[in-house]
């Protein structure tokens, strides 16, 4: 068909990822363009001169900046494996699950890493609180888009390898199985998908750069 795609995305960026799903998904082909945060390109900032991060999807020349915004773009655009359901309600309640994930349950899971003693109890109290809406979303379901990744899966996918890597740096259980069975078997099935686990970044890599000091 003659059209131009390209991504702006850096090799770790959770956001950036949704995108690269949600192409491999559609079978649309791109060319990825890294980009290094502490030396933006002269396109990042042509592209996205508001905000100056990613993603940033380039359609035929034509930048969308913001991951919920470019989904939405894509799946207008190329109308096969829909994300969205079709029906408005689903539509809507799958956006505010997507920005649920952003707003409370990803700052939430930062809070529990990056918190020392009785703040990081507290932390890990109101991450639970916030998985627990999620684990009831997801019961009876392997995903959230029903049988198949959808919207919502692709939002709140850096839980199913982000989690994992701060239990680890930490040495505190986030997501325990026994507790969020229907989540917890989420991020395995997620995690496992053939599109979803050959994009994943290196995870040594992700280790060192949040054992790092910001």
Same mark, same amino acid.
């Given at each position: 068909? %003659? +059209? +131009?795609? /390209?991504?702006? *995305?850096?090799?770790?960026? *959770?956001? #950036?990822? *949704? =995108? !690269?799903?949600?192409?491999? =998904? @559609? %079978?649309?082909?791109?060319? #990825?363009?890294? +980009?290094?945060?502490? $030396? @933006?390109s002269a396109l990042l900032l042509q592209? $996205?001169?508001?905000? /100056?991060?990613?993603?940033?999807? !380039?359609? $035929? %020349? *034509?930048p969308v900046a913001e991951s919920f915004v470019i989904l939405e773009y894509i799946d207008e655009t190329w109308k096969q494996t829909p994300l969205l359901p079709e029906d408005p309600y689903e539509r809507a309640m799958a956006r505010?699950?997507?920005?649920?994930?952003? &707003? @409370? !349950?990803?700052?939430?899971?930062? $809070?529990v890493f990056i918190k020392q003693g009785k703040e990081q109890e507290? #932390?890990?109290?109101?991450?639970?609180e916030n998985l627990k809406f999620l684990e009831e979303e997801m019961k009876g379901k392997k995903f959230f888009g029903g049988d198949r990744i959808g919207y919502v899966d692709l939002a709140l996918g850096f839980l199913a390898n982000l989690i994992s890597i701060f239990?680890?740096?930490i040495g505190l259980k986030i997501v325990d199985e026994?507790?969020?069975?229907?989540?917890?078997?989420?991020?395995? &099935?997620f995690a496992e998908a053939p599109i979803i686990r050959g994009n994943w970044p290196p995870r040594d890599k992700m280790i060192v750069k949040f054992q790092s000091p910001s």
């Open positions: 068909m %003659g +059209e +131009e795609v /390209k991504l702006f *995305r850096t090799w770790s960026s *959770r956001f #950036a990822l *949704r =995108i !690269v799903w949600a192409l491999e =998904i @559609k %079978g649309i082909e791109y060319e #990825a363009v890294f +980009e290094d945060l502490s $030396n @933006k592209y $996205n001169p508001v905000h /100056k991060k990613v993603p940033i999807l !380039v359609h $035929n %020349g *034509r505010f699950w997507a920005k649920f994930g952003d &707003d @409370k !349950v990803l700052t939430s899971v930062w $809070n507290e #932390a890990l109290v109101a991450a639970t239990e680890e740096i026994e507790k969020f069975p229907s989540l917890y078997s989420w991020m395995q &099935d």
